[in-house]
């Protein structure tokens, strides 16, 4: 299941907005006869691709995958008639399908065939892989990150204004990743406005294997500007880099003018004022998008966070200290400490002269 | 000599003004057969207790030492005479005593009485362990650290004022190892007032071995009080707790009222209208502290950070956010990010949930 596992990796970058997959189909003997993973939607799932490596020798063997086999005519014929058809002995799954609408009936398929059956091998790692997937399917809405890059004193700009990236090169490579891995990329106006940020993958900075950089690039994440007041014009470096969405209060009737340039512009109801940020998640997440990943200033990242919305916060921590008056991590003015946010952290970890603190809600 | 390091690391908390000191002497054989460690100022030196415990058996023995024997009398007859009187035939220092107008001389006359003599092995594990001596030693200045408790997002206390203990009871245990191991501990009049902070050591919490703990007990650190305009009223917790050293900027005629309570006043020359913090720390060099722990609110430690006179930086790091309008980590206003003062992060490691980031200037 470990090989599995790192097999479904492979998919890391491309596979959205299907979950990632891996399978290994070993024979009686214990060798391995069979690998495969799912590359991108509309190509074969990873049971196929193994399926087919084994062969004959398929016959017997037992099947390792990440995800419990499709049981539903899809883009591609479910995969548990293709593992009942090639006479697999045994089918032991990581985890079961997440979507509560059909998880098992996949594996009843195959005990109905006779195969013998097991579920839960490296669950938290499967489910970890997959947590984007696992979380639209479960409740509706993406996995939310917010990468966020400070001083050692917390601090993400001066009070100017004045920013640069404050981190190296090694967590760079490792925002691409982020993003990269992602269905889609929210950013806010001040952030495209003040950094001329582009929110773009560059496949050559991703630090990966050539196949997977293709693949990356292959398969951008969607952009998507929150631009309540419609204040980035469309001559930004934002926008000529590709198509994105623009989330607005009120469309103002410019639509057209955004379709005609490549974009798209939605408007949503108004929450207080801004564009209403639940709304925007459940639609994305209607929309297949399984990991969004937050790059903003302080006053969107804030409003996020302020909201609940954040499922995890990864922190690129430079060396340095900004200084007291230097602007806040999130905009998020609290008054009592009874009030202050628990988190714990999952890790912290060197990323070339740079930390990376990853932190969920406690 | 990781062996005699670890013998000198027993006089962590005790050996103030003097260095740590640790000896192994090792007959032909490979053998140990003397080992010793300096304890307190005044008691014989490591290499005494080493080759008390060897006896006649060090005669061609090596001896190793963490630091240069001594070769002037002190309150302890010279070490580098006694190595010779008992005839060992080597002599392996990690490194040479760091007082320029003393280093050398022991083992030359160790040298001139016929020994064979090595200097430098595991050096800078052992200035490590003795890093404000020798700073005190070279410099005439201790080493200092700065500890501070913030929240993941750079936050000391809430803006009204109202703070707690962020951080949990490991890293309150480390926080006593570390004045434990100082010679003074620094604290301002906003700490003592508004946290009614007492600054001592309490041995039952350092969370080490019962002989540590009594060696701790046994040798208090000065407590330094920066009350710069006399505001903590001598019945604070602080002034309850034992002798104190305050440093004001005019003694107002007061100092017989402190010295009646057991305290020391000392007023020193204003710089900026403020304690002179430079000549505060070249003062307590004369005396003997080797390491001065700073433990003060964001104004006092930041006064510290902006002088340039914060050696080490040890910063505890509860997992929480305390929000964007709560004090600053430090008070240090910097308009550009080009005076932005950069850090080497040395270390940072999960002490219980909480973690420990050691950070000194780059």
Same mark, same amino acid.
Request: neutral net charge.
């Given at each position: ?144 990150? /917010?990468? #966020?890059?400070?001083? =050692?004193? !917390?601090?993400? @700009?001066?009070?100017?204004? %004045?920013?640069?990236?404050?981190? *190296? &090169? ?104 801004? /564009?209403? #940020?639940?709304?925007? =998640?459940? !639609?994305?997440? @209607?929309?297949?998008?399984? %990991?969004?990943?937050?790059?903003? *200033? &302080? ?64």
């Amino acid at each position: 299941m470990t090989r599995a596992l790192q097999l479904a990796r492979q998919g890391l970058f491309s596979t959205h907005p299907n979950p990632r997959v891996g399978c290994v189909i070993v024979a009686a003997c214990g060798e391995i006869v069979g690998e495969g993973w799912h590359v991108r939607a509309g190509e074969p799932h990873a049971e196929v691709h193994a399926l087919r490596q084994a062969g004959e020798r398929a016959r017997g063997a037992t099947a390792y995958v990440t995800l419990e086999p499709c049981s539903h005519h899809g883009r591609t014929p479910p995969c548990a008639e293709a593992l009942v058809k090639a006479g697999v002995g045994r089918v032991v799954a990581a985890m079961q399908d997440p979507n509560p609408q059909v998880a098992g009936r996949g594996l009843e398929r195959l005990r109905a065939a006779g195969i013998a059956v097991a579920c839960g091998v490296l669950e938290s790692e499967a489910r970890e892989l997959n947590v984007g997937f696992v979380k639209r399917m479960e409740r509706g809405l993406p996995y939310v990150r /917010v990468k #966020l890059a400070m001083s =050692l004193d !917390g601090r993400t @700009a001066m009070a100017s204004g %004045e920013s640069q990236w404050i981190t *190296g &090169p090694a967590a760079r490579a490792a925002v691409q990743r982020l993003r990269a891995r992602s269905s889609v990329i929210v950013t806010g106006a001040d952030t495209v406005l003040f950094d001329n940020a582009r929110l773009t993958v560059r496949a050559d900075e991703l630090g990966v294997e050539a196949e997977q950089a293709a693949l990356a690039a292959a398969r951008p994440p969607l952009r998507v500007l929150i631009d309540g007041q419609l204040r980035v014009p469309l001559t930004a470096a934002f926008f000529q880099a590709g198509p994105a969405l623009v989330a607005c209060c009120d469309d103002d009737g410019r639509a057209a003018e955004y379709q005609a340039a490549g974009h798209e512009l939605q408007a949503l109801p108004r929450g207080n004022g801004h /564009v209403d #940020l639940p709304l925007l =998640l459940a !639609g994305l997440a @209607a929309g297949g998008a399984n %990991e969004v990943l937050v790059e903003a *200033g &302080p006053r969107l990242a804030g409003a996020f966070a302020r909201k609940g919305l954040v499922d995890e916060y990864q922190i690129f921590m430079a060396p340095q200290l900004l200084g007291s008056s230097a602007r806040p991590l999130l905009d998020w003015p609290l008054e009592h400490m009874a009030e202050a946010p628990q988190l714990a952290i999952r890790e912290i970890r060197a990323v070339g002269n740079d930390w990376r603190i990853i932190a969920v809600p406690a």
